[in-house]
């Protein structure tokens, strides 16, 4: 005769359910490792120095438009200034000469 | 009363104020960076329009040259030089603005690429201009002519270059494949230095036209007193 208890024993363990997910056993992390955490961080700071830096070359490359307009708008500020004052110059001379003054 | 023409140039001016103020809001805050660039592609944004600048200034001054070299025009010659001086600067601008972008994105300020070259060397061919107009001669304003007339002709040299040869540099069809948001940030940016220049160049146009005749009336005058 078959002894009933074994049977019925590995019957119920065959047929039991898992463990429930938070029983505190270990489970592997889906996603990324602490490996490619560190990589992504080391490009990410690497990425926001670029761009740190690239700002930087276009403000140099703005301002240094920019000044060479002004520098040239001065030029011809003052150049405006000398013609002028030749005008002026000009103009006391004819006066001079039409009232018959001395000839300088 | 002021006249009709001296209006302009205020009109200019006050016309590039906002546009000035509007593309480098759009360029620092608004404009999204390019993907493999980056940051540095928004160097683009006044390194295309000041290249622009210098060979229209160029391609201005050497038919003025041309036209001063056929009718001996005082006018002409006024045009001309005026052109050559902001065609300079725009040269000057695309020269040193190139090499920061160059340096931020290939790693280098100079490749000497066919394109480069070629902008350097009318950039020379405007500088000597410059300096023969300053500096030579009354006779040297023929050869200063040519110079100018060179210089026009090298323009299409520059455009085509990175059709001809083999080149680093971005290619002439950039401009008109940039994405909506870039392209609403490039043409304020290009417009405000269009009408700056040509106000500059009105001012500078009309000082030389001025100086010259100032120059015959002093001429006229001592020869009235001998």
Redesign the interface.
């Known amino acids: 005769m078959t002894p009933i208890a074994p049977v019925l024993i590995t019957g119920l363990a065959f047929h039991a359910e898992p463990p429930p997910a938070d029983a505190g056993e270990y489970e592997p992390a889906v996603g990324t490792s602490r490996e490619e955490k560190e990589i992504l961080a080391t490009l990410e700071d690497k990425?926001a120095a670029?761009?740190a830096?690239?700002?930087q070359?276009?403000v140099?490359?703005?301002g240094?438009?920019w000044a060479?307009?002004a520098a040239?708008?001065l030029f011809?500020w003052r150049?405006?200034a000398r013609?002028r004052a030749?005008?002026d110059a000009?103009r006391q001379?004819?006066g001079s000469?039409a009232r018959g003054g001395p000839?300088a | 009363m002021k006249r009709k023409s001296e209006l302009v140039v205020p009109l200019l001016f006050l016309a590039a104020a906002p546009l000035v103020v509007y593309s480098v809001q759009r360029v620092f805050l608004h404009t999204p960076n390019e993907r493999t660039m980056g940051t540095a592609f928004k160097i683009f944004f006044f390194h295309v329009p000041m290249g622009w600048l210098c060979m229209l200034m160029a391609l201005i001054s050497g038919i003025a040259a041309y036209v001063q070299l056929r009718r001996r025009s005082r006018t002409a010659g006024a045009v001309a030089l005026a052109a050559a001086e902001i065609g300079f600067l725009g040269g000057l601008g695309v020269l040193l603005t190139g090499p920061i972008w160059g340096h931020a994105t290939w790693g280098t300020p100079w490749t000497g690429d066919a394109r480069q070259v070629t902008t350097a060397l009318l950039w020379l061919v405007i500088a000597a201009y410059l300096l023969l107009r300053h500096f030579g001669q009354h006779a040297s304003e023929r050869l200063a002519a040519a110079l100018a007339i060179f210089g026009a002709v090298n323009v299409p040299l520059i455009y085509y270059a990175v059709k001809l040869w083999k080149t680093t540099h971005p290619t002439t069809g950039v401009v008109a494949k940039l994405p909506p948001e870039m392209w609403a940030t490039f043409w304020p940016g290009l417009s405000a230095l269009l009408l700056v220049s040509f106000g500059l160049f009105a001012i500078r146009a009309r000082q030389l036209v001025l100086a010259s005749e100032l120059d015959e009336a002093y001429v006229r005058l001592e020869d009235s007193r001998a």
Do not use: M
């Open positions: 990425a670029k761009t830096s690239d700002y070359h276009i140099w490359a703005y240094i438009l060479l307009f040239y708008g011809l150049r405006s013609l030749d005008v000009l001379a004819l000469e000839r």
